[in-house]
């Protein structure tokens, strides 16, 4: 039954990611600014705006009612048990990208938080010693040299990179939660995640408001900075500055 | 755009820990643990900060973190190429607005993450090093700790902060396109005009609080 499922699924979302990227690379004649990193910025700019007004309708008034009704260590513990399954993935780009000690980590969390952490509402793994690491099919991609491409700003998601799209894809269709069965399950859990995820965030809303002289450009390069460091763990050579 | 937005303001918030009114010939590492935990404390303890008091909380910032940071370079390594254009004078008005909004920034961040727990890292530099990385970590429930470094520089006898990452984000760089593309559109007279008309707005609505 999953296996019907995915099949169904992950071509219909192939299809649109590329619909997206083949429209984003017709309109990228509007684009204005001719910054190199970001060919196609009027249709980018047209797509962030999207987002946003997605966002203020529904997700982030969604979240903040979350965010207010649960008392903090239940919303940890929904983070927790996302961050469980995730780690599963974690360990694998690890592997993929030749760091088997921090694979076998990331294993280890897994079965111990799946455990003793009660189905990973609890993780005891981090204060035992295991650190949580953070990896992805993008970020294997970039560790393998494989560069950037043009910056794209996908429906809902967000921002990405041609290259962290492509990733992206591969991040979902191997998603444990995203290839439920049940479909009734499935969604519910689709649904509480990025509820979840999106509260997490909202102390940050107020900080890049703050910040930010265009919120565009300032999540883009915020975007882009962030995902050169993770590439390398977070000792990316510096940047020549001057 | 998740995970972006958290480290942002992570980051933003590591400014309000940098720094405080130690004498001079302090290391870096040490300068920077200082004035974190002074910063913190307070914040912790402080009931008006924590009920959303701007005005104190800019106090705060001010008097303790401003004096270890170097407007004037961060300024200029924002502007990039474009500070080729820049004159002293344009200089002066420009990192006066620039840290305004970088001390707002700042005091909100201190303010939305004050309950985050920082731990310092190993520090290491010869006696002859006069720019350094300071590394430290903000722990977040559930997620992987956010690296937060700075930057800091040998001015004569004190050490003074010049850039903040975190998570990788460096606070300048992260500015340098949005510049460039005021820079383009109206001059640096039009980045200044920006910056003003932005922080002036913020006073309003802080004031309207």
Not at chain 1, 128 to 144: I, N, P, V
Not at chain 2, 112 to 117: L, T
Request: some cysteine; glycine content about 8%; charged content about 25%.
């Amino acid at each position: 039954m999953a296996n019907d499922m995915k099949q169904t699924q992950t071509p219909k979302r192939l299809r649109s990611a590329m619909l997206v990227i083949a429209l984003a690379g017709m309109l990228g004649g509007c684009a204005t600014s001719g910054n190199p990193k970001d060919p196609i910025e009027g249709f980018n700019r047209a797509m962030y705006g999207f987002n946003e007004a997605v966002d203020t309708a529904v997700i982030k008034p969604v979240a903040q009612g979350y965010d207010y009704v649960l008392p903090a260590p239940v919303r940890t513990g929904v983070t927790n048990f996302f961050g469980n399954i995730a780690d599963l993935f974690i360990g694998v780009n690890n592997l993929l990208q030749g760091k088997p000690d921090q694979a076998v980590s990331d294993l280890g969390r897994v079965l111990i938080n799946s455990t003793v952490g009660i189905l990973g509402l609890f993780d005891v793994a981090t204060p035992a010693g295991l650190e949580k690491h953070e990896e992805d099919f993008g970020q294997t991609f970039g560790r393998w040299g494989v560069g950037n491409g043009a910056y794209v700003v996908l429906p809902i998601v967000g921002p990405r990179t041609v290259r962290d799209t492509a990733g992206f894809l591969l991040d979902v269709t191997v998603d444990p939660v995203a290839n439920l069965g049940h479909v009734p399950t499935r969604n519910v859990l689709l649904a509480l995640r990025l509820v979840d995820t999106r509260a997490d965030l909202l102390p940050a809303d107020k900080v890049i408001e703050e910040a930010a002289l265009d919120k565009y450009s300032y999540v883009r390069d915020g975007y882009l900075q962030r995902r050169r460091s993770l590439v390398y763990d977070g000792n990316a050579p510096r940047e020549a500055l001057d | 755009m998740k995970y972006l937005i958290g480290l942002l303001a992570a980051c933003l918030f590591a400014t309000g820990a940098a720094a405080t009114g130690v004498a001079a010939d302090v290391a870096p590492d040490a300068l920077v643990k200082n004035v974190t935990n002074e910063v913190l404390e307070i914040v912790r303890k402080d009931k008006d900060i924590q009920a959303g008091n701007t005005r104190k909380t800019l106090e705060l910032v001010e008097a303790k973190v401003l004096p270890h940071f170097n407007f004037q370079r961060m300024t200029l390594l924002s502007l990039g190429r474009e500070g080729r254009q820049v004159t002293p004078e344009q200089l002066v008005v420009l990192s006066g607005e620039f840290r305004d909004l970088l001390v707002r920034t700042y005091s909100k961040a201190l303010t939305e993450f004050r309950d985050q727990e920082i731990s310092f890292k190993p520090f290491k530099m010869a006696a002859t090093d006069t720019d350094v990385r300071v590394r430290t970590e903000i722990k977040q429930t559930g997620g992987k700790p956010a690296q937060l470094d700075y930057y800091l520089e040998r001015n004569g006898k004190s050490w003074k902060v010049y850039d903040i990452e975190v998570g990788g984000i460096s606070l300048v760089t992260n500015y340098r396109s949005t510049f460039a593309q005021e820079i383009r559109a109206g001059g640096i007279d039009g980045l200044i005009r920006t910056l003003q008309e932005k922080n002036k707005a913020a006073d309003t609505s802080s004031k309207a609080k």
